[in-house]
C-alpha cells in the first residue's frame, strides 16, 4: 500500500481532490497501478497522505466520474480506464525503409561457433534418418539433457517430465491449453512477454494484470487472486522480459506459497534465466520452492531463435494431460533442431559466454550513446535478460513508435507489454544489436523523440483551441 505515498507531493495549482485524480490516473498509466486493483479505502489513504476524508471522497467521486474507477458497495473502489482497447492490431503506416531497424524483437544473429555446432550435430544424421522422424514429446536422449540440467540446479527431474516443443511460445500454449478453458482467469505481470499475452489469448482466458515496477508486490499479487480467482499465473522469475528484474529467493517462496495456497498453477517461463550478467549469487529455482510448477524452457536466447526449441518441465500430476494437448497441437519438434539443441548442450559454455558478452556490449553502448543524446530518458542497469525497460519523460510511447517508423526503426511501445495497454512512457530497446547499429539507432530515436514531443505538443495546441 505504501507506493500511494509517492502520491506526494500532490500536482501544482488545482484544488487538492484535482491533484490526486489525477495522480492514481499517472499511476495506472505508467502501469505502477494494475486496471483492477482496488484502491485503499478513503480512510487508509487520507491516514497514508495526511489529507482529509473530503478530499480522497472528491478525488474518488471525480475517478468514478471521469470512468477511471468504479466503485462499488461494499468492495471499495477500483481502476480502470475510461475506454475500451482502441489499439490497432495492424500497422497503420507505410511499408517500412528497405535499411529500417528492428527495435522491436529482442533477437540476435546465431553467435559465433553456431555453424560448427550445426556440423556435429550431422554426425548424428544417419541414425536419426533411420527413424520415421516423429517424436511428439521429444527424443529421448536430449530430454535426458534437459532434465540432467534441472537436477544439476537442484531439482531433480525426469527425462519423462520434460516434453519438448517447436520453441517456449508453443509450450506456453500448450501448458493453457492444458490449464485454462475459455474465460478462466490467469494472473500475470504488467508489464509482461507480449507472446504470453497472445498465447492466453489465443485459448480465450483473460489476463489480469498485476503491475510490476522496481520488484515484485506479493500483496497486490494476493489481492489479484483473490479479486479474480485464476486458474493460472504465467511469471518470468528470472530477468524479466522485458524489465531484466531478477525475483529474489524470499520472493519466490512467497509467491510459490501464495498461489499453491489458492490452487493456481505458475507457468514459469525460463526462457532467459540463463541470461545473467550479475556477479550475484543465483536466485534459487522456482521449481526449489514450488512442487507443482510448469517451468518453460528455450534454446531461442541461449543459442539462437531459429533453432525452434523449447520444453515443459511439468509436475508429475500434469504430465498426461501435457503431452496430450502438445500432440494434438503440433506432433513434436523438428528432429533436426533437436539433434543442434543436443549437441549445444554437451558443451554450452563458449557459446554462452559469446551470447553474454555480446548483450554486455550491448548495455553498456545503449547506456553511454542514450546519455549523449538523450539524456532525460531513464535507462536502468539491469542485472541480465534481452532489454533495457526505458522509461520516457512522457507518455508518449505509441507516439515515438509511430514517428520512428519515418526515420526506419520498428520499435515496441510500452503498452504492447500489458493486457490493458498502461506503460504509455515506457519503450524496450534490444540489447541484442551491434554497437554500430545501436549507436545509429539512436541517432534516429532522438529524431523520432523530436518528432513526437512537437506533433504532440501541436496537438494538444489543437485541443486548446477546440476548447
Ligand atoms: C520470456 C520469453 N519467453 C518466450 C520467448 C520466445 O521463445 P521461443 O523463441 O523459444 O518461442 C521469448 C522471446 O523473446 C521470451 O523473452
Not at 1 to 6: A, L, R, V
Not at 158 to 184: C, E, K, M
Not at 247 to 272: F, S
Not at 292 to 308: A, E, N, P, Q, Y
Request: glycine fraction near 6%; charge should be neutral; proline fraction near 8%.
Amino acid at each position: 500500500m505504501n507506493q500511494f505515498s509517492k502520491l506526494l507531493p500532490l500536482a501544482g495549482d488545482t484544488p487538492a481532490y484535482l491533484g490526486l485524480a489525477h495522480g492514481i490516473r499517472v499511476m495506472v498509466m505508467d502501469g505502477r497501478l494494475a486496471t483492477g486493483s482496488r484502491l485503499p479505502s478513503e480512510r487508509m489513504l487520507a491516514e497514508i497522505l495526511g489529507l482529509s476524508r473530503t478530499t480522497i471522497t472528491r478525488a474518488f467521486g471525480e475517478l468514478v466520474d471521469s470512468g477511471w474507477a468504479v466503485a462499488r458497495h461494499g468492495s471499495g473502489t477500483t481502476v480502470r480506464l475510461p475506454v475500451t482497447d482502441c489499439t490497432p492490431t495492424h500497422s497503420l503506416v507505410p511499408t517500412p525503409r528497405h535499411d529500417t531497424i528492428d527495435l522491436s524483437s529482442a533477437a540476435g544473429p546465431a553467435p559465433e561457433g553456431t555453424a560448427d555446432l550445426v556440423r556435429r550435430a550431422l554426425d548424428w544424421l544417419p541414425t536419426t534418418l533411420a527413424g520415421a522422424g516423429y517424436e511428439p514429446y521429444g527424443a529421448l536422449h536430449l530430454r535426458e539433457q534437459i532434465a540432467a540440467r534441472y537436477t544439476a540446479r537442484g531439482v531433480p527431474t525426469d527425462a519423462d517430465q520434460i516434453v519438448v516443443t517447436a520453441g517456449a511460445v508453443l509450450a506456453i500454449s500448450v501448458a493453457l491449453h492444458a490449464l485454462a478453458r475459455p474465460g478462466d482467469r490467469v494472473v500475470v505481470d504488467s508489464p509482461t512477454y507480449p507472446g504470453a499475452l497472445s498465447a492466453i489469448a489465443t485459448v480465450r482466458a483473460r489476463a489480469v494484470p498485476v503491475a510490476l515496477d522496481t520488484s515484485w508486490d506479493v500483496s497486490a499479487w494476493a489481492d489479484a487472486i483473490r479479486r479474480s480467482r485464476p486458474r493460472a499465473a504465467y511469471l518470468i522469475s528470472d530477468f524479466h522480459n522485458p524489465t531484466g528484474l531478477l525475483m529474489p529467493t524470499e520472493q519466490r517462496a512467497q509467491l510459490a506459497k501464495l498461489l499453491a495456497d489458492a490452487g493456481v498453477t505458475p507457468i514459469v517461463d525460463e526462457t532467459v534465466a540463463e541470461l545473467d550478467f550479475s556477479e550475484a549469487d543465483p536466485a534459487l529455482p522456482f521449481a526449489a520452492v514450488s512442487d507443482d510448477v510448469v517451468c518453460i524452457g528455450s534454446m531461442s536466447k541461449t543459442l539462437w531463435g531459429g533453432f525452434r526449441v523449447g520444453w515443459l518441465r511439468c509436475p508429475p500430476r500434469l504430465v498426461d494431460a501435457i503431452r496430450r494437448q502438445s500432440e494434438a497441437l503440433s506432433l513434436g519438434p523438428s528432429a533436426l533442431d533437436q539433434l543442434v539443441a543436443t549437441t549445444y548442450l554437451e558443451s554450452p559454455a563458449t557459446i554462452h559466454a559469446a551470447v553474454i558478452q555480446r548483450l554486455l556490449v550491448g548495455r553498456s553502448t545503449w547506456t553511454s550513446a542514450l546519455a549523449e543524446r538523450l539524456p532525460d530518458w531513464q535507462v536502468p542497469t539491469p542485472p541480465g535478460g534481452l532489454s533495457l525497460w526505458i522509461t520516457l519523460p512522457a507518455r508518449l510511447a505509441t507516439e515515438l513508435a509511430l514517428a520512428a517508423r519515418a526515420y526506419g526503426l520498428t520499435m515496441a511501445p510500452g503498452p504492447r507489454f500489458s493486457p490493458d495497454r498502461t506503460h504509455t512512457n515506457r519503450i524496450r530497446l534490444p540489447l541484442t544489436l551491434p554497437p554500430d547499429v545501436i549507436d545509429e539507432a539512436t541517432v534516429r530515436l532522438a529524431a523520432a523523440w523530436s518528432s513526437a514531443r512537437e506533433g504532440s505538443s501541436a496537438s494538444m495546441q489543437l485541443d486548446a483551441l477546440a476548447l
